[in-house]
Each structure stands twice: as C-alpha cells, then as structure tokens.
T-cell receptor
Framework: SSVLTQPPSVSVAPGRTARITCGGNNIRSRSVHWYQQKPGQAPVLVMYYDRDRPSGIPERFSGSKSGNTAALTISRAEVGDEADYYC???????????FGGGTTLTVL | QVQLVQSGAEVKKPGASVKLVCETSGYTFTAYTLHWVRQAPGQRLEWMGWINVGNGNTKYPQKFQGRVTITRDTSANTAYMELSSLRSEDTAIYYCARDGGYNFGSGSFPYWGQGTLVTVSA
C-alpha cells in the first residue's frame, strides 16, 4: 500500500512562499488531496485532484505534482496560514485513504 | 449546506466500548460514503473505516478488524461508530467525514464533523 512522506515542519517569513511536499511511490497515479488543520479544529480540504481549490480557499494556495512528489504551495504567506497540513490519496488497491504524517507550517 | 454534527465527549474505562454518533443534513444521506478518522494527541490522521450508506457495506483497516463497527440509520440520516475493548492508546479525537463524490472526487473529504474526544482512563 501507499506510504506518504511529508517534512515535519516548514517555516516561512510573512509574505514569502511556502512549499510543502508529499512523496510516495504511487503518487504519480493517484489524485492527491490536501487538508489544513488548525489547533482544536477539524481538517479543512484546501486542495483536491492535485490542483483544484474548493470555493472559499484563497488563490494563494496552489497544488502541483511531478513524478512521485506532490506539493502544496502557499504564496504571500500570512500568519493565519499557520497550521498542520496533511496530504492524502485514495489507495484503490486496498480501498481506503492514506494520510501523510503532516507538516507544521510556521509563518514568522 | 452540508453538515455533520457529532455527539459529545466520552470518558471510558479500559475494556469498555464507546458508540459515537454522526448526524448529517443538507444532502442525500444514502448517496455518499461516510468515513471515520481519528487523531491521537499530537499524531497524524488515522482512518478507521467507511460505510457505503446506500447498501450498508463497510470496510475497516486490518488494525481495527474485530474492534470497530460502523453502522447507519437511513431514516435518521445518522451514522455510528462503535469501538470496543478500549485501551489508553484509543484516547483521541474521532471525526466522521463525508466522501467528496462527483464534485470533489471520490476519496477526498470535503466535509467533516466537529470531532468527538474520547478519553480512555482507569
């Protein structure tokens, strides 16, 4: 089954660009979804199908994928973007979702 | 609008069982798969199972086989997750989440409940 690897933490200065990666050996053939989770809150879907944004998610958030690595990019980072970010795929072979370990984004 | 509202916090002793509730509204209940996901303190999201609400079929990860049961009541638009033989490691926030379906892609989770804290302690 798939294993998704994320960096434990990413730091970025306000106004700069943050890039959070998600690697896995089956990512090239899977759709990748991304979630933002702030302390004490449920996860929020911020990207689906690799690069599609749900309504209400700022255009500063974008998704990409190259080979077996997906990335969530946050442009013009704001303090309000501080959160844990999780990537996720659906493993069609075992019919269940796989979550990455999560990345804590710090904006300072 | 789509809403998933979960039952309140629970405190259980080791060895006991807990049954959590996920009340849904704002969409056709039987048209979407519902999942349960948990998060232990400081840990990653961990999938616990899904139920095809239309036909009642379920699937659980090997780790929870025999301990978790997901059911639904289509007349009440409500899903349930029961976890038995509780141990301290089961202390976590438990979320229900609805599948994305056609709009967001099957296998994504655009809608989540607010979570239920389950504490297992002697």
């Amino acid at each position: 089954s798939s294993v998704l690897t994320q960096p434990p933490s990413v730091s970025v200065a306000p106004g700069r660009t943050a890039r959070i990666t998600c690697g896995g050996n089956n990512i090239r053939s899977r759709s990748v979804h991304w979630y933002q989770q702030k302390p004490g809150q449920a996860p929020v879907l911020v990207m689906y199908y690799d690069r599609d944004r749900p309504s209400g998610i700022p255009e500063r958030f974008s998704g990409s994928k190259s080979g077996n690595t997906a990335a969530l990019t946050i442009s013009r980072a704001e303090v309000g973007d501080e959160a844990d970010y999780y990537c996720q795929v659906w493993d069609i072979d075992i019919e269940h979702p796989i979550f990455g370990g999560g990345t804590t984004l710090t904006v300072l | 609008q789509v809403q998933l509202v979960q039952s309140g916090a629970e405190v259980k002793k080791p060895g006991a069982s807990v049954k959590l509730v996920c009340e849904t509204s704002g969409y056709t209940f039987t048209a979407y798969t519902l999942h349960w996901v948990r998060q232990a303190p400081g840990q990653r999201l961990e999938w616990m199972g899904w139920i095809n609400v239309g036909n009642g079929n379920t699937k659980y990860p090997q780790k929870f086989q025999g301990r978790v049961t997901i059911t639904r009541d289509t007349s009440a638009n409500t899903a349930y997750m029961e976890l038995s033989s509780l141990r301290s490691e089961d202390t976590a926030i438990y979320y229900c989440a609805r599948d994305g379906g056609y709009n967001f892609g099957s296998g994504s989770f655009p809608y989540w409940g607010q979570g239920t804290l389950v504490t297992v302690s002697a």
